[in-house]
Structure formats: structure tokens, C-alpha cells
């Protein structure tokens, strides 16, 4: 050779390409293996428990293997824990990607689908760069001053990929929904260009009117990807960029924008044939090749904990405040429950329920006797952490968790024995997380004290009856799993009156259990069968009486419940949000099941995390999100029937100028009274609402249900903020603005 070889490639070792060898060690591992040989060599190392991130096309049809483009459908990482299970893998997964040409189409498609919905019609015409054609030494010459209208096997792959991607998982997140009612058809071409793809797409919508050229490019200049919120490395700061310019995007010019992560949109404008046409740029070696694996990678890692992730730091989160744009969804309720039964929730209110609604009045005429009506049933969420055989099988699955094997390790490798000032809570926070589940399933019989409360202290007549949620074991003779039951129970005298019901009874996914995870049975409980529309839900140590003389506290929440405030800001408007820690929960069956309906893959999850913790923390908090549910939709409900029927008053669905005019007026009388009023008392703050607990106690009274005088009311909706912020900064709060629930105090 007439030059040496580098130092670098000179000093390479070469090993053969076999799990057992070098790669063992690692956490995952990047195929870019040719399509011939990568089949047989990839699934060996999914065998061997190693996580694989692949660009070969051998199993992206597979159904139990996601396809995916990380700025399009994330979300799909979520069958990770079916694929886990089906080949038997304690950390072990395959993820695919996408080919080059399909990930650059699906991000605008993506952005697009998910602001109006279906697309009917897809027509696509690809003009692919030399660098994806795998072409070597003089073969490549065919491309010089010619164009080849043919890429093996392009089309189709481009076609169907599409079509998983842009679908959804099944219900038993065991497989993909494939889009159904969208049809697509792609003409691929090489042209003698280096890097970079043009595409030239061609889209219908299924929604008429379909939406104007202005509202497509606004969602594609605002469209945010879960890559970007989680702040993943590689993320470009722009997902799709539109270009004005009349002859942009060019291959020369933009395919490395966002470090070749971004796709370039531009020439949007109306179709003479479907409704809208654009042309876009993908770079093929970056966003679809290898920086897909690396970006996909850091998404995973940030997403699902299918590396090892976790945070220490066990003391109170600062609030998770992204300023981040409202994303819809439609809102559904069935006609039927999960039961067969009608829902209760489209049925017309009472009158005296209008009443209540429109004027905050009872009248006992119309009511009657309302205690009669007020019965419900009492559910508790109960595990005898002390049995042998529930450690045993607990201690099973805390080693395939990734969440435990992290805290393992890194208990493993603390050395220090005490630390001073901000690290100090760190440090310890690892062993407190490693022993927390021995003071959350030890069982001390409160159960038992916490039915005696109920017994000797509810009303009577207001439970009908009490389900008590237990976990299956398996009985260390037979071997059968069993249900755990109270050894104090007797089960002959409470037959009628308690129920045990175990969690496979409730599960949408058998394959969640067992679970150890309070938030995941929490997200199951409304499938009780049989249980009345409202219910009450206690913790085994949740007792009916007096508060304690002193008060505990407790820090193993707060992740789950900025999770869900998250989800609530992306329905309903980012903003801080009240939550009342540790008391019994009143709760609606029916609009459960609405909310899993809006909200399923959220439910899916939480339900799949066998404990606390798990997915870093992106678990659902039931209560919570119901409240704040209810809340949400009845400022909807007000403010359309406000808009509908006070402003457009000859009700033809739209504002002319005459009643645009009385609600400019409005505003400016509402602007008149308060700057007169500070003018006069520049300190006051002046706030105008009334509440559904004023003069609670002789409403209540007036219809035959009797005042203790121990029970406080908290106004938890913070009135006078905004409604529907499509873009909120929740780190400047107005003094107008309460963060902290009213107290109504009680009159004695």
C-alpha cells in the first residue's frame, strides 16, 4: 500500500458478530446490518436480552415489533412491554426504523392527522438521493446525467409503513391498528443528487370543509414532538420548517437543517385534484438512517425506562411548567357502558338537577327525601405485603424491573456513608427508594380498623356495598394462584355485604399482573362488576371520624401528578392545578369511562407499571384527573351555552357584527368597573364569584340531609383564570391567579 493505514483503523479490533462476545456488556446495541444477513444475527441478540435499535427492514412488518419514527409516533414504544413478554426478556426489545423516503412523509402527515383528523388520499412522488441506494464503485455511474424512475421494492414499503405508523396499537396493546380508511400511492425515482430526498406529496382530508393553506402551514410551523418536550439530545429545535420561498426546500440548501433532523416543508398550497400539495425535504442519512436509531435511542431512554433511567432526588419537583401548545382531543361519550347498560351520562337531568345546575337551588318539593338517592358503594385497594408468598413473588419481579435494577446498582456502588448540605437527600433518597415497599405493604390489620370506622361512623344506608381489591398469589402447596384474603374476614357472615375482588377481574390486560403499583389498580377500579355509577374510594389505612392530632406527610406522588396535570394542560389549557393529598375519593364509574376512552394509552400505561415509579413516573392519578375532568368540562359547557345563547342571539351559529359589538361592550363596562375601582382602592383585589357551598349547611338541611359540622369544603377550581390557553407560561402567576384551594369555613 502506498499509504499506511491510520492509526485509529489500524488499532480496531474486529469481533465476530455473536451477543456472547463483547456485546453483552452493553445496554443497546445499533444494527445497520444489510437486509440478507441482519435477520438471523438481530434476533440472536434479542434472544440474548440485549436492547436492539435496527435500520434493516427484516422486522418492520412483524407485529409485535414497533416501526418507528421518532418525531411521529412515539407512542408506539408502549408494546415494548407485550414484545418483553412474549419473548420472555427482562430488558431485552427491538425497535425498527423507518425507510429513509417513509421517515421523512410521516412527519407533516403526523402533524396533520392529529390537528384535522383522517386523511381519505395520499399521492406522494419521491426524487431520492444516491447516498440511500446503496450503490457501490462504478454502478453508480448509471445515475450520472440521468434519472432511474425505479427503486426496488421503494413503493410498497413506503406505502404500508406509512400505514402502520400514522395507526395506533390495538386495545391489548398487543399489535397495530393499521390505518384503514387512508389510502396511499408512491412513485419513487433516483436522481443525481448526494443527500437529501424531495418528496412531492398530494393530500385529501376525510373533514369538509377541508382546512384552508393558511391553518396546514400554521400546524406545521407549531407541531411538537415528545422527542422535543422530553428534551431529547439530538431533537432539532424545529421539527417540520416551512419555507415561504417559492423554490424551497433544495437538497443543497436545507437538508441539513436541525442537524439533518428536521423536515423542510415547502410549496404548500391548494390541489387542483385532492385539497392540499407540498413539497418536503427529508435528509436520508440523518433523520432517515442512523441519527433516527441514535435520536430514537435518547427517546427511549427519556420515554419508557428501556434503559435504565431514574431520578434520586426524592424531595418535593419543582412543577413541570411546559409552554407548550393545546393539543386536542375529541371527546366521546358512549351510549352504552362497558356493561351493556345505558350511560347516565346522556340521559336528561331531573328537574330538580337543572335547577341545582342553573340556579344553585333545592327545592324539597321537586327533591323529595334525596338521602334515599344517596347510596353508593365503598371500594377499597387492599395487599397483605407481609405474606411470604406475596414478598416472594414481589422480590420475582422487582428484579426484571428496570426501576429496581437501577437502585440496585446504584446502591451497590455508594460508598459514602453520610453527606452534608444539598446532596445529602440525594444520597439517602436511594435507600429509602430500595426499602420503600417495606412500609407500603406491610400489613398492620388497618383494614380491619378502617371497616370498623365505617361501620361505626358512616351514615346509615349510605353504602350499599364494600368491594375490597386484593392481588392473586400462589399457594405455596398447590401452586394455584389464589386470591389473598383478610385473616380476620369472616367470609360466611360479610357474604352479601364485602365482596374480595381480584385484580384479574378488573384488568383490561391480564398481562399487567401482577402489579405492586397502587396507580395502576387505581386505573382499573372503575371495571368492578356490578358496582353502583358513583363509589367511594378509601386506602386500607383511610379511617371515617375525626382528623389525626398530628399529620404525616408524604412525597411519592408528585411525579404522577404532574404527569397528569400535563395531560389535562394539552386538553384543556396549561395552569396549575389543586390537589388535596390523602382523602377518600368520590368518584363517577361513568365518567371513568369516559376519560380511558379520551385518555387510553395514558391508562395503558399506568396500568402496565408493576410499580411505582416505573416509565419515570408518567403514571396516571385518577382522582385527580377526574376532578379536574369535571372541572374543565363544566367551564366548557358555561362558557358555550354563555357564547350560544346570550351572545348569538339570533342563534345562527355565528357572531355578526351587532353581537360582536354587545360583547366588545361587555368587556369594556368589565374594564370600566375595575380600574374605577382601583383608582379608589388601589390595594384592593376585587373578585367576583359565587359558589355552589354558600349557605351549604341549609341547602343541605332542606332536603332531609343532615350538617356534622365536621366536614370542610375546599373550592379547588380557582376561578378568574383564563380558559383555554393555547400557549401558557405557568412561571408568572397574577395575583388573581389562586394556586391554593378556599377553605369555606364552617358556621357552629
Known sequence: MSQPIPANVRDMIVHTCEPVNVF????????????????????????????????AKNYRTHDDVPLIVP?????????????????????????????????????????????????????????????????????????????????????????????????????????????????????????????????????????????????VIKVLENYRTEAQELGCHSAPEQAIIVSREEDRPQPRLDRENGNGYSVTVGRVRECGVLDIKLTLLVHNTILGAAGSGVL????????????????????????????????????????????????????????????WIQYQ??????????????????????????????EEMKEHYKELSPLYQALKELSEDSTQPDV???????????DKNVDQTLNRFRDMNELKYSLRSVAQYAASGVFRKIYILTTEVADKNSGKKRGQVPQWLDLE???????????????????????????????????????????????????????????????GEWNSLQYT??????????????????????????????????????????????????????EIQVSFLLAHYVMERLRETQLTSWWRYRLDRNQDGQLDWEERQELIRMVDHYNQDRDENRKARPNLIIKRFTSFLEVHEERLQSVGIPWTNETRYFLTGMDEYPFMLAYADLKKSSRHQHIKPYLIPQRR
Request: net charge negative.
Open 24 to 55: 453483552k456488556e452493553c445496554d443497546v446495541v445499533f444494527s445497520g446490518l444489510d437486509a440478507d444477513v441482519a435477520g438471523e444475527i438481530e434476533m440472536a441478540f434479542l434472544k440474548a436480552d440485549l436492547g436492539l435499535f435496527s435500520n
Open 71 to 215: 418525531l411521529a409516533n412515539s407512542s408506539h414504544f408502549d408494546l415494548l412491554s407485550y414484545q418483553r413478554n412474549k419473548h420472555q426478556l427482562s430488558k431485552g426489545f427491538l425497535v425498527t426504523n423507518a425507510n429513509c423516503s417513509t421517515s421523512g412523509l410521516v412527519v407533516p402527515l403526523k402533524a396533520l392527522q392529529d390537528a384535522f383528523g383522517p386523511l381519505s388520499k395520499i399521492m406522494v412522488t419521491t426524487m431520492q438521493a444516491v447516498s440511500g441506494a446503496g450503490y457501490p464503485g462504478v454502478s453508480s455511474l448509471d445515475i450520472m446525467d440521468n434519472i432511474v424512475p425505479y427503486i426496488g421494492g421503494e413503493e410498497g414499503k413506503m406505502e404500508w409503513e406509512t400505514l402502520k405508523i400514522l395507526g395506533g396499537l390495538n386495545q391489548d396493546v398487543t399489535g397495530f391498528e393499521f390505518l384503514k380508511s387512508t389510502k396511499i400511492s408512491a412513485t419513487c425515482n433516483r436522481v443525481p443528487v448526494i443527500d437529501g430526498h424531495t418528496e412531492c406529496v398530494s393530500i385529501e382530508f376525510e373533514r369538509r370543509p377541508a382546512p384552508a393553506v393558511e391553518e
Open 296 to 355: 430514537l435511542a435518547e427517546l427511549a431512554q427519556k420515554k419508557v425506562n428501556v434503559i435504565l433511567y431514574l431520578s434520586f432526588n426524592t424531595s418535593e419537583p419543582e412543577i413541570v411548567e411546559p409552554a407548550a401548545p393545546v393539543q386536542r382531543r375529541a371527546i366521546l361519550v358512549s351510549k352504552r357502558l362497558r356493561d351493556g347498560r345505558e350511560n347516565p351520562l346522556r340521559t336528561p337531568p331531573l328537574s330538580w338537577m337543572r335547577d
Open 361 to 390: 337551588k333545592l327545592d324539597p318539593q321537586e327533591v323529595g327525601d334525596l338521602k334515599k338517592d344517596i347510596v353508593m358503594d365503598l371500594v377499597y385497594t387492599w395487599v397483605n405485603g407481609s405474606e411470604p408468598e406475596l
Open 420 to 430: 452534608a448540605g444539598p446532596e445529602r437527600g440525594r444520597v439517602r433518597g436511594r
Open 493 to 555: 357472615r360479610s357474604r352479601g355485604v364485602i365482596e374480595l375482588v381480584p385484580h384479574r377481574e378488573v384488568y383490561d390486560d391480564e398481562d399487567h399482573l401482577p402489579t405492586f403499583n397502587s396507580l395502576s389498580i387505581e386505573s382499573q377500579m372503575h371495571h368492578i362488576p356490578g358496582m353502583t355509577d358513583i363509589f367511594a374510594y378509601l386506602n386500607d389505612d383511610f379511617f371515617i371520624g375525626k382528623a389525626p392530632l398530628e399529620k404525616t406527610t408524604s412525597v
Open 565 to 618: 396535570n400535563s395531560i389535562l394542560s394539552k386538553q384543556f389549557g396549561a395552569r396549575h392545578r389543586v390537589y388535596i393529598s390523602h382523602i377518600h375519593h368520590i368518584l363517577s364509574m361513568p365518567i371513568m369511562e369516559e376519560i380511558q376512552t379520551l385518555w387510553p394509552e395514558e391508562f395503558a400505561n399506568t396500568s402496565s407499571h408493576r410499580f411505582r415509579g416505573e416509565g419515570k413516573g408518567h
